[in-house]
């Protein structure tokens, strides 16, 4: 687990500028608090609205994320309002609170912008009930929040717009459909029904720490698509939880909210979650814990029973989300990223063959960084495949072999790209035949129709021959796991 998360390619240095950039936005954003005078709560308020806005923006260009994030207020505010307004009046609040969950699931409709949203408004609430908040501390958080996300937009599209050459992929709107056939109708009413049961039973194991839960159930539906990614995912929060829990008692109890080293492992607690999200899920929710744990440390009611707690409710959150499991099949979610990766293989293709042509206006490095987000994708749709639990060793076998051709492939569109990012590199006159076989390879991966072996090879002497034809050899060899036996689906019927 290590080796995956530190060793796992990071073309640009995406991750690492990524998580940088998050920990100088949050740090901005609650100094600025505290120099505007808020109290302890308000800097926790404002910290975490801007780590939202850091983490949960994901337009696909720098124009878009700043829309989204200027429409943050709009969703965020009331919630916060009527989380704070309702503390006092448990079933309003419990009803509200679940209609919130129900409208953030439903908004992925709108693609990244409603996802965005939804995550924004529900988090809103949530942290109304993590910090308590009432009606008369209102005007200090809408500052706090105001504050912090105008700091954190400052830093992300002023100070360190790297999106500018580097734009991350697009993910389209779920499709359409009327009623409990259209996708985000049938999650929403799932993830009500699982916050439901989450509400109700994480009330009879704490009256205080509910929302726990709720957190849970909520951030187990909110990223998966499929019946087989909402279980792998419910098993790596509690692992990570657990895992997180252990570190707590060995670091966050012992320092009882002592202001510096707090805010260090804060930072490091921070650039964790966002370095680790894209790559381990586990990972991420160990650092989402020891953060949690850094905080009510600071609040002064961090102890060892608390942490428990904070396992049993996880625990009510991750039982919720399997039982309103989502009935769509892993089939269908992997094959769509995998087509969507192997369109994104012949687009770097091309974009780098351009490059090695002359053109100065073509850029395959964004490419490169597309198709690791895009593999990515792959990685969390075929994961209940490859997971030690998973009862059929033949599917388990087909997917890592999948996995594994499409790591090989990204492999050679790297070295592709170095390559014709080396101002000395000509243009070969078969690198066109080349690409036009890893065109035809791709077509007919995404189609159904028969592949045709390589045949010959480059010299060592051509290294980004040497590149398109391991990447043909890799198109090649996909044939047989992703339609293996008999034309089957990768995870069967």
Known sequence: MLKRVFLAPDPGRARLRFAVRAVLGIGLAVVVCG????????????????????????????????????????????????????????????????AVVGAGVYARRWGPRGHSLGVFAFMTFFVAQFLHATPGQLPELYAAVLLSLATAAAVRFGLWCYERRLPPAAVPAPPGGTGLARVTTRQAVQ???GAGFALVVGQLVSGQR????????????????????????????????VIGIGLGLLIAVPLEGAGLPTALLLALCVFGIFYTAAVSYTWMMLCVTVLAELLYGLLGVLDPALLALRLAETGVGALGAVLAVLPVTTHTVTDAWIQRALRCVHAATAEAAA?????????????????????????????????????????????????????????????LVAVAADPVASHDARLAAACWRVEAAVEALTDG???????????????????????????????????APSGSPLVGA
């Not at 749709?381 to 072999?401: D, F, G, I, T």
Request: proline share 6%; net charge positive; aromatic share 4%.
């Open 210 to 241: 509910w929302y726990w839960a709720v957190g849970a159930t909520w951030w187990i539906f909110v990223n998966t698509t499929s019946r087989g990614e909402t279980l792998v995912r419910g098993f790596r929060r509690v692992l990570g939880t």
């Open 35 to 98: 120099l505007a005078g808020h109290s302890l709560v308000g800097a926790v308020t404002g910290g975490l609205a801007a780590l939202l806005a850091l983490f949960t923006v994901t337009d696909a260009t720098v124009r878009g994320q700043a829309l989204t994030t200027a429409l943050l207020p709009l969703v965020g505010l009331p919630v916060l309002a009527a989380a704070a307004g309702l503390h006092d009046h448990p079933v309003a609040r419990d009803l509200t609170f679940l």
């Open 355 to 415: 490059r090695l042509a002359g053109d100065e206006s073509a850029d395959p490095a964004s490419r490169v960084a597309e198709l690791e987000q895009l593999l990515g994708r792959v990685r969390l749709a075929v994961a209940p495949l490859v997971h030690p639990l998973h009862p059929v060793p033949a599917r388990k076998r087909r997917a890592r072999h999948v996995l594994a051709l499409l790591d090989d492939c990204a492999r050679e569109i790297r070295g």
């Open 191 to 193: 993830a009500t029904a």
């Open 449 to 483: 129709t028969a592949i045709t072996a390589p045949t010959a090879r480059p010299t060592e002497s051509d290294p980004a021959l040497a590149h398109l034809h391991g990447l043909e050899r890799a198109l090649s060899e996909l044939a047989q796991p992703l339609r």
